[in-house]
């Protein structure tokens, strides 16, 4: 495809992402795998054999009292170390796993330990909401602390998120390989809109409509009934409440401008800014976790007249009856890349498929190792992607 970026156009044999031989500097370098699943390490075994190098030799499993264990069975002293760590459902134990991966070849005297982390965990706690905490900061701290020099991860929930960080940040992103499969799967493509389930998501799908020279659309208003307009910061009590807090203080029938801010705000029901009527609808998002908001956003479109409904989002997390729900939908497909194991969702719904990314992440590795430039990587992106 023309339009494609040109890390995705096939090269020749000896050139091409699946290595033959490589240019080794003389540090040497190792790839492992973090977990303890075997569904987990199907991506870091794909991403060397792209490299042309063998998945270094490690034990990572859990004791009988669920303590963590890793044993390293060659030596990384002096060496680039990459950990490919991918994000199952028990999203602590791959955390923990992580940590101690680090830290073991941290203390065996490996030079640079660089985490490959597709799915980065707790990116959704990355604001202050009432009396909680930043837990993705706290993760930050952790794994620097733990002995990782750099990370490669792959679409942030929010790009911020790398100013958590003390020390370097790649985040890659899956766009390219999403927007090739519209291009090339999805039939009449040109016939479709891209859709933004919420306003805050209109910036990627304005991403997607420019690169594909499509419409946009954005669906506005929620399904639920009652949202604090001040979700952010320390909580903030409602007037109401404050009210019954103290004894005998009532509050004037006029209130000011600023206790109006706090009072809970009813949202419109869901509705479409934008024409989608005889129209593809392709939604586009980073993470795809509780379906509820999206089968809705289904419905809305199927009412307004769209003919086929798609789902594209990075990270397929797909927990609880995700699968399940889907399948009963109104959405046709739902595409998503293979961040996030989900072979077990994909038994249960035949609407869910898999793009790889394996050789953007290989690339990346190969460039980190040997000191290239990573802007390559990056060309045809957009800002707001």
């Not at 490919?84 to 991966?101: F, G, H, K």
């Amino acid at each position: 495809n023309p339009h494609s970026p040109a890390f995705l156009k096939p090269r020749s044999p000896k050139l091409s992402f699946g290595y033959t031989k490589m240019n080794v500097s003389s540090r040497g370098y190792r790839v492992f795998s973090g977990n303890s699943s075997t569904a987990c390490t199907e991506l870091a075994q794909t991403i060397t054999e792209r490299l042309g190098v063998e998945l270094g030799k490690s034990v990572v499993y859990q004791e009988a009292n669920r303590e963590t264990r890793v044993d390293v069975k060659e030596s990384v002293r002096g060496q680039d170390i990459f950990i490919i760590q991918t994000i199952p459902r028990d999203v602590n134990t791959a955390v923990m796993e992580l940590l101690v991966m680090a830290y073991t070849l941290k203390t065996s005297s490996a030079q640079n330990i660089i985490g490959v982390i597709p799915y980065f965990p707790y990116s959704k706690q990355c604001k202050m909401r009432k009396r909680g905490s930043i837990v993705c900061k706290l993760l930050a701290s952790m794994l620097a602390e733990a002995g990782l020099t750099h990370i490669i991860t792959m679409d942030l929930h929010q790009k911020e998120i790398q100013g958590f960080f003390s020390f370097p940040v790649d985040n890659l992103r899956a766009s390219p390989f999403l927007i090739q499969y519209i291009q090339e799967e999805i039939p009449d493509y040109r016939n479709a809109v891209i859709v933004a389930k919420s306003p805050s998501a209109a910036q990627r799908a304005q991403s997607y409509a420019e690169r594909l020279r499509l419409g946009l659309a954005v669906l506005h208003g929620e399904a639920h009934n009652f949202e604090l307009v001040m979700s952010d910061g320390p909580g903030l009590a409602s007037p109401s409440s404050l009210a019954h807090a103290r004894t005998g203080l009532e509050l004037p029938r006029k209130q000011s401008k600023a206790a109006e801010s706090m009072m809970p705000k009813e949202k419109p029901p869901i509705t479409v800014v934008g024409d989608v009527g005889g129209r593809i609808a392709i939604i586009v998002d980073d993470i795809i976790d509780d379906v509820e908001d999206f089968v809705a956003a289904a419905d809305i479109l199927k009412e307004r007249g769209a003919y086929r409904i798609y789902i594209m989002a990075t990270h397929g997390l797909l927990s609880a009856d995700a699968p399940r729900l889907i399948e009963e939908s109104a959405i046709d497909e739902v595409v998503v890349t293979n961040t996030v194991p989900h072979d077990v969702q994909k038994l249960q719904c035949s609407k869910i498929k898999t793009v790889d990314v394996s050789m953007i992440l290989a690339e990346a590795i190969r460039r980190i190792h040997h000191g290239e430039s990573m802007a390559y990587l990056f060309r045809n992106i957009a800002v707001d992607d």
